[in-house]
């Protein structure tokens, strides 16, 4: 006899950031696959038309919504399309977010726009995008589940990178208060901060050293996005229904060795010496 332990079979689950072909496609491959309809979401309808797609085409329940999470007018788009969708609204994974290479710089030649603009793609987007599924959650009288994506940058230092650190770790506070203020409905709010994943976004300025990664990590290697995916979908699940509140750390241990640093305090996962130097100059 079967059991649906993770509880998501007919449910409608939001994934935000999900055409990036990274941990926000695998979540929603794998929340699919678990037996929900997955909306998901996009600012680049080309990443929904390559990575989202076809995963309707293999017949798993995915509605690819062209949207921009961090305007009002991208989220109204997309609890749109929530209403039009059958089964019963259940929870939100916020991925949309992250951090161009040019971003990384001293906290010296921070700029206001540059600040404003990641706070914006990674707090403001997840806060706001979050605030509209739970309105719509306590309309409809009905628990859930919102689970964010922040970073091992926002639980620790992020030294030239400190718009993007600082964001991700406001992430984090707005998490645990709106479980407070949420909990009552019984709406849960849960985060993860995923250490160094391999990505098509982490691809741009990391390169393969898996002696770096040994020294590095207590695990001794990088995490995969279906690692960042598991954990997302353990908390977004039935088998977590007594967890709020909480950011859970999916590293492999590397916030307990630490010691990514060089003598520079720049990264050693950094791809090459002339990224290093752009970004401390």
Do not use: C
Not at 243 to 268: C, R, Y
């Amino acid at each position: 006899m079967q059991h649906d332990f993770l509880g998501l079979e007919g449910r409608v689950v939001v994934v935000s950031g999900a055409g990036g072909g990274g941990i926000g496609t695998t979540v929603t491959t794998m929340v699919a696959r678990a037996g929900a309809t997955v909306i998901g979401v996009s600012r680049s309808q080309e990443n929904l038309d390559e990575h989202v797609a076809p995963l309707a085409a293999e017949g798993l329940s995915v509605v690819p919504v062209a949207a921009d999470a961090s305007t009002d007018e991208g989220i109204a788009t997309v609890m749109d399309r929530v209403a039009e969708t059958g089964g019963d609204l259940h929870g939100l994974v916020n991925i949309a977010g992250g951090a161009a290479p040019a971003t990384w710089m001293p906290a010296t030649r921070v700029t206001r726009k540059d600040w404003r603009e990641l706070s914006a793609w990674n707090l403001e987007s997840m806060f706001f995008m979050s605030q509209a599924v739970a309105a719509e959650l306590k309309e409809r009288g009905r628990p859930g589940s919102i689970v964010s994506l922040s970073s091992i940058s926002g639980m620790n230092t992020a030294p030239f990178h400190i718009a993007y650190g600082t964001a991700k770790a406001a992430l984090v506070a707005a998490t645990r208060t709106m479980a407070v203020e949420l909990a009552l409905d019984g709406i849960r709010v849960n985060a993860v901060a995923p250490g160094v994943t391999e990505t098509p976004a982490s691809a741009t300025y990391v390169d393969k050293d898996e002696e770096r990664d040994r020294r590095a990590i207590a695990m001794g290697r990088r995490g995969r996005p279906e690692e960042q995916a598991g954990a997302i979908l353990f908390l977004l699940s039935d088998l977590s229904t007594y967890i709020t509140g909480q950011t859970l750390l999916v590293d492999g241990g590397l916030n307990l060795k630490w010691t990514h640093l060089g003598a520079d305090n720049t990264s050693l996962f950094l791809k090459d010496e002339s990224f290093r130097a752009a970004i401390t100059s």
